[in-house]
């Protein structure tokens, strides 16, 4: 069974996702309401986000090999990051010790390093392989869902993959979290590289924090 989808960003009034200053507490906060199981990230999001945190990698330590441990009452979600190409090989563990992630799972494909594989391994990440030369997304969420009961998806990641996931019929729901801002001919799209129209319906228009707007959609599935 394919768990619900729910692709969520922060955007500027003409759709930019970058080149404006995100209210993140706001951000996370309207994330955290979608009550979903597990947190779906691209890689070069991932990597673009630790690297925008700190200039240097912290040394990985004992502990980085092991599991964390989680409460039975933990209603953290667990973060699934997909990374076929083990881009974020020597930087995984600085996800795994973000205090809003429950753990970390992987999403490869065929294609992926057999050296990254057995990193994971060695280090105690569950992996789901799904797809030849890229993942399929399709299958990785069945699989998230029959393995680890993940019934509901959040997205936070780059163009790419939310074009990637619509494109494939995969979203049930888009959220938007528009900032007072119009970034301009340099904006970088969200959806730029869609390869074909959505049609969507308004479930919900919301005014958050004075200047924000929350735009709930669903798609027609």
Not at 40 to 53: D, F, H, P, R, Y
Request: aromatic content about 6%; glycine content about 6%.
């Amino acid at each position: 069974m394919l768990p619900k989808v729910t692709l969520y960003n922060s955007i500027s009034v003409d759709c930019a996702i970058k080149d404006f200053e995100v209210n993140l507490g706001l951000h996370y906060e309207v994330l955290g309401r979608i009550g979903a199981d597990a947190l779906l990230v691209g890689s070069n999001t991932a990597k673009k986000g630790i690297e925008s945190c700190m200039t240097n990698i912290p040394t990985e330590e004992q502990t980085d090999f092991s599991k964390p441990k989680v409460e039975a009452k933990d209603d953290k979600m667990v973060w699934v990051i997909a990374d076929s190409r083990g881009i974020l090989q020597g930087q995984l563990h600085v996800l795994r010790r973000a205090e809003y992630a429950k753990d970390i799972i992987v999403l490869a494909s065929n294609r992926t390093p057999k050296e990254y594989l057995d990193y994971l391994t060695e280090r105690n990440y569950d992996f789901i392989v799904a797809g030849h030369d890229h993942v399929d997304y399709r299958m990785a969420l069945e699989l998230l869902n029959k393995r680890y009961g993940v019934k509901r998806v959040a997205t936070d990641s780059g163009g790419v993959l939310s074009s990637i996931l619509l494109d494939e019929g995969l979203v049930e729901e888009v959220q938007l979290l528009v900032a007072p801002t119009i970034v301009g001919k340099k904006a970088m799209n969200l959806f730029r590289t869609l390869n074909q129209s959505v049609n969507l319906k308004l479930e919900k228009l919301e005014k958050i924090d004075a200047d924000h707007a929350l735009l709930v959609y669903r798609t027609h599935m």
